[in-house]
């Protein structure tokens, strides 16, 4: 079992920038892959970026690219969803998960593990 807690969501305004701290904890060993989701009102998640820690592979939305980024701190057993330059579509719940894999085609099935979830509201 794995338990992972997302925190420091928040209200920015746009053009501001955030970071999301996944802790996670338990069986943590069994951690390959950890990835960011969002959703938002009225609409289906969304896959924001994952990283495998075993191969260093990572995936980046199309909508997210050049903007967020994904880092570990394998002392805190953390990873940080880093956003720039926030838009207001970028207000949704953000999810942290766990996976073996990552890449755009683990997207649909991605999420052994999910924490449940941290507000992230970007105001125009």
């Known amino acids: 079992q794995v338990q992972l807690v997302e925190s420091e969501g928040g209200v920015v305004q746009a053009g501001g920038s955030l970071r999301l701290p996944c802790a996670a904890s338990?069986?943590?060993?069994?951690?390959?892959?950890m990835g960011w989701f969002r959703q938002a009102p009225g609409k289906q998640r969304e896959g924001v970026s994952c990283?495998?820690?075993?191969?260093?592979?990572?995936y980046y939305a199309d909508s997210v690219k050049g903007r967020f980024s994904i880092s570990t701190d394998n002392v805190k057993n953390t990873v940080y969803l880093i956003m720039h330059s926030l838009k207001p579509e970028d207000t949704a719940v953000y999810y942290c998960a766990t996976d073996s894999e990552c890449g755009p085609w683990r997207v649909p099935t991605f999420g052994d593990y999910w924490g449940s979830g941290t507000q992230v509201t970007v105001s125009s």
């Open positions: 990283f495998n820690g075993r191969n260093g592979s990572s």
């Open positions: 338990g069986s943590i060993f069994s951690i390959t892959s």
